[in-house]
């Protein structure tokens, strides 16, 4: 069984070092996005999207040639378990998600996925194993169009300098940047010694 | 010289596959990244921000633990070409950013990141080894303080099922999923067969 390019042992490396952890949620989205793979429609060039930020993004980087940092990957926080495949120009796709019904075959996972069981009453191990053998098992698999230039990212445009700041910024956010206009993360800053 | 944990010739190879093309952003951002390595305060872990979610992520995914999937990266539209790390309990960090005063010492990456050439002006080797030749030199650095829990995904909490798609989603977004209440990205919707 393979995951993507990868063998399922290699997939389990990958996730350790990219993720830091396995997570049980990189395993399902490891199937998730190789069943997204292997039924993709006709067409060259796929941009992905993801719907939840929670663990899922990083299988769809792993594995496709999506990622958050060239744009060819969109993510909503839909808190649905899902991937979808699109072509970059018509906009059809496919759309795997973590189908409930079939995943009630699986108790760990299913248990685990609802949370009804605690992190103490979980067998680790055995969620793992039936994570495993569930694969593409656990999943649905729908057609979907979307718009591409509606999910396209927006082009920086010209750039230019902040007033407050001194560091460059599009010019098209206003007449300084965001984070100089009340949305800055930051408390303090100093320069560095 | 080297990148984070690799050579420059590593890094390169790394950002190739990782990222699909050899982009100058993400070479800048390799040297943005590993000099915030360099400058860690006091500490265990730490989670990073990014202030674009252009190109930048990638370099700091591909050398931090820190990733999209895994929460300890947040991604802001500042459109501001820095990163910041920083400690995870107390908020202190470090703040690199591209310095444009420095940055004037290197024309080619100058005109390429002002967009004051076109891209048949540049000249693409010169810029690269503009880049390499740069490194730190281009680049400021900043004690900042942040609040981390203002910055902690919010944690999922309980699951449900949603009465109108029948997938699972997070409770606390209201009687339906977000996609079900207007936010879908999809056109059309058929089971695949």
Redesign the interface.
Known sequence: MNIGTYSYEEYVQLVKS????L?PG?LIGGFIVDLALK?LPEGEFFDA?C?T???????I?LLT?C??????L?????????V?LYEKQG?EG??V??D?EKLKAWPEPYHW???LKTKKEQNYQELLDQIKAGGHGML????????PE??R?PK?G??G??AV??????LA?GDR???CRG?S????????V
Request: proline fraction near 8%.
């Open positions: 990219f993720h830091g952890s997570a990189l039924r999207i719907e930020p929670v663990c899922l993004p990083d299988a980087q040639p990622t958050i940092g060239n744009g060819w969109t993510v909503f926080d839909f808190g649905r378990f899902a979808t906009g496919v759309r998600f973590l409930r996925f609802f949370k649905g698999v729908q057609r979907v169009r979307v718009e509606k999910l990212r920086l010209a750039v300098t902040c700041c001194g560091e460059s910024y599009p956010h940047c965001k984070a949305e993360p930051y408390l303090e800053m100093a320069p560095a």
